[in-house]
């Protein structure tokens, strides 16, 4: 299995307050994403890096924000969470852009 | 009209049954193609790529019509262990991954 670890694996919060989720990884892998399932909509990408300190929006990036400081960490940011943001979330990383390989999740229930 | 459908299911077979699941693609410019599998409650995981020529390994028979955008696994011999979600997944737009919903697979004794 590919080594990537999700923090924390599950979280409670309440509305309107700042959620930090954090991806890391031990394959030195340029690319990492990270992705939001939801019944009936399946894996959305929220956004996704391609570097260190490079990093781009996916399909539904709203109210999230992402930073990468370091090749192996990879952090997701609710600024002020919604209920709407209750979801599993997904870090994943490619080597090749291509192929990719999930962390175990992060379940967030926003209350 | 979704970006890659497939049928939800759930295929309901008994233990040692052939199933196949189909996935179309709506962009004809995608051009790498997978199969992932996602048991309940965990992470997708990488079952096989799928190539031009057609692939095989073991049980798993993945096929490509570009013609067709259609996209196909086989799955022989099913085992209690294969019962779980199947995704079909192609790329987009910069090379980003569109996933389909997936396919529900269970297998009975």
């Known amino acids: 299995d590919a080594g990537i670890t999700q923090s924390p694996r599950h979280k409670v919060t309440e509305t309107g307050t700042p959620v930090t989720l954090r991806c890391h990884q031990t394959e030195n892998h340029r690319y990492m994403y990270w992705y939001r399932q939801d019944p009936g909509h399946g894996l959305r990408l929220i956004h996704y890096s391609y570097g260190v300190k490079d990093t781009d929006k996916g399909e539904v990036s709203d109210g999230y924000s992402v930073s990468r400081s370091k090749t192996e960490d990879f952090l997701l940011t609710l600024e002020s969470a919604t209920s709407s943001q209750t979801s599993v979330y997904f870090c994943a990383i490619s080597g090749d852009r291509y192929e990719q390989y999930f962390g175990p999740g992060t379940r967030l229930t926003v209350t | 009209r979704k970006e890659v459908e497939q049928d939800p299911g759930p295929f309901n077979v008994p233990e040692g049954a052939t199933v196949a699941f189909n996935c179309t693609y709506s962009n004809s410019a995608s051009q790498s193609f997978f199969w992932y599998r996602q048991d309940c409650r965990k992470e997708p995981k990488l079952l096989m790529s799928?190539?031009?020529s057609g692939n095989e390994d073991g049980r798993f028979t993945a096929q490509l019509n570009r013609a067709s955008q259609y996209i196909s696994l086989l799955i022989r011999d099913s085992k209690l262990s294969d019962s779980a979600t199947y995704l079909c997944v192609v790329t987009g737009q910069g090379g980003k991954l569109i996933f389909g919903q997936g396919t529900e697979l269970s297998v009975k004794p």
């Open positions: 799928v190539y031009s």
